[in-house]
């Protein structure tokens, strides 16, 4: 047992350097002025480089292959060995050089993203999307070289461990063959009632202070721990930093109030996630951390999409809204279900209803995987993109590529294979909720968050997702959670459910 020790002391110290490398991170997207972000590039790559000189060391190497021999494991210490030998394993694909190189650039590229979308510039972003397009081929190559997984395939894999490429075009495909025609019927369904009964829009401006107290009242509803944490504005929501210290960040829009709540909520379940992953005893090692970047996802869409957006959440938000922002005849509760469930094909995937989404995402996989793939060029992202917006969802941005193919940071942090874990985060969110309703009762679900009182909903997400971190492989948590392996029939039947039958 002495060579495993010594691993989890060494997977502590990069447990400790990858804070601050997320501290710097996250300063560099809330705080950080444009012309610091050379050096801060440079002060990353230097804290990487050390973190990967650790992680792939041949003391490393020789501890994690004398630690295979170490009798009498608990099981919690030889699922923590696995996730060692597979985070070196990975790691060690790739040269210290590239490392260092890879982080000076999308420290780089986040900040030339941000100013050409404030720009609407494509121009001004094309030479750095070239620059991130044939780092994340480079990249591809490494990892795969000593597998049988394509480039694109694996890159994903660094997302989302065991998914490959053929069960994900099968459940895309899936997706496809039904979802368009399940937007059309619900589109159609809500123009008519809105014929009849128009909504009632809510009442704007409203100023980012009033909507920044509401935000902070959600996070405690979800009882984020704000001793350990913070909420912050930023470009691109986003969740970060570690789980002693997990950040959230929104955007506030003062005639868009639904922007930030719903964002709000929806970091908070990925930061639910965060700080109360993993056996706790064991915090720094990779345990600890989440299973994959699905599993991330269908926390933070559970708490949005299966909660936040449902009927029961429109009954207990109605009083909250007059308390924050004052009495308006919007705020009732039949007229804010409608409002939280309205569904019409947008540029924006951020702001996207749930039935759209998907197509979102479908759109952005083609994408990605054809510049990794090599079947098209940086310089076709927006034609390419602006085609497949019409075809899968009626719109066009023309010349607006800040509505198009500028209004993502993922690819300027290098995470090309990331997107699909958004769809597959939907459909297990559909598939958890479906379970726990079984567990608990339909109406007992229905009663916990038309009251706010979430604790019994939280109590079968920590015993099934967040308790065990890394504790068993993708699949075989999500059946040990639900009875099945991923199974996107529930997502399909969800959203039947709440926008065809309305039997939310």
């Known amino acids: 047992m002495q060579s495993y020790t010594q691993l989890e002391s060494i997977f502590s ?29 440079e002060a990353m790559s230097e804290l990487e480089r050390y973190t990967h000189e650790l992680l792939t060391s041949p003391v490393t190497k020789d501890l994690l292959e004398k630690a295979k021999l170490a009798p009498k494991m608990s099981p919690m210490e030889s699922a923590n060995l696995r996730e060692m030998r597979r985070l070196f394993e990975s790691e060690s694909l790739l040269p210290e050089e590239f490392v260092q190189r890879k982080s000076k650039l999308t420290t780089k590229a986040q900040v030339v993203w941000q100013e050409s979308r ?5 121009q001004t972003y094309l030479p750095v999307l070239k620059e991130l397009v044939a780092t994340a081929r480079e990249e591809g190559k490494y990892r795969s070289s000593t597998t049988n997984m394509s480039v694109y395939e694996a890159l994903l894999d660094v997302f989302e461990p065991g998914m490959n490429l053929k069960t994900l075009d099968a459940v895309f495909a899936d997706v496809k063959s039904w979802l368009p025609s399940l937007l059309k019927q ?27 107290a509401l935000g902070k009242h959600m996070m405690g509803i979800w009882q984020f721990d704000l001793e350990a944490g913070r909420l912050d504005s930023s470009a691109h929501p986003f969740t970060g930093m570690t789980k002693e210290d997990t950040r959230i960040t929104t955007n506030y829009n003062p005639t868009d109030v639904e922007q930030s709540l719903y964002a709000v909520i929806h970091e908070t379940g990925h930061a639910k996630y965060e700080q109360n992953c993993g056996p706790r005893e064991m915090i720094t090692q990779p345990i600890c951390n989440a299973r994959s970047l699905g599993l991330h996802e269908s926390q933070s869409l559970f708490a949005e999409m299966q909660v936040g957006r449902s009927a029961a959440f429109s009954a207990f938000l109605t009083p909250l809204l007059k308390e924050f922002y004052g009495e308006q005849p919007s705020f009732q509760e ?32 083609e994408i990605e995987r054809a510049l990794i793939e090599g079947t098209m060029e940086a310089e076709d992202v ?75 909903i ?12 890394c504790t068993y492989e993708t699949e075989d948590l999500m059946i040990r959670a639900t009875g099945e392996k991923l199974n996107p029939a529930y997502f399909r039947e969800h959203l039947e459910r709440r926008y065809l039958r309305g039997e939310d």
Not at 13 to 38: C, F, T
Request: proline share 6%; aromatic share 8%.
């Open 118 to 122: 404030e720009k609407n510039s494509f």
């Open 13 to 41: 110290r990069i447990y400790r350097l990858n804070h601050l490398l997320s501290l710097a991170g996250w300063d560099a997207q809330v705080n950080m002025p444009p012309k610091g972000a050379e050096a801060r590039g």
């Open 334 to 365: 039949e007229n804010l279900k409608r409002i939280a469930q309205k569904v019409k094909p947008g540029f924006i995937r951020v702001h996207a209803d749930e039935v759209s989404y998907p197509l979102h995402i479908i759109l952005r996989y």
């Open 186 to 212: 619900v589109v159609e369904k809500q123009e008519k009632m809105n014929e009849a009964n128009p909504i009632v829009p809510i009442t704007t401006p409203i100023s980012k202070e009033k909507q920044e």
């Open 458 to 469: 939280f109590a079968k997400q920590k015993e099934k997702i967040w308790d065990v971190g």
């Open 382 to 456: 927006p034609k390419v993109w602006n085609a497949k917006m019409k075809e899968y969802l009626g719109l066009d941005p023309g010349d607006r590529d800040d509505l198009g193919c500028l209004q993502d940071i993922h690819w300027s942090g290098g995470a090309f294979g990331y997107f699909p874990t958004y769809t597959l985060g939907s459909m297990f969110a559909a598939q958890l909720m479906a379970t726990i309703k079984k567990e608990l009762g339909e109406e007992e679900v229905r009663r916990c968050i038309r009251s706010g009182e979430l604790s019994p």
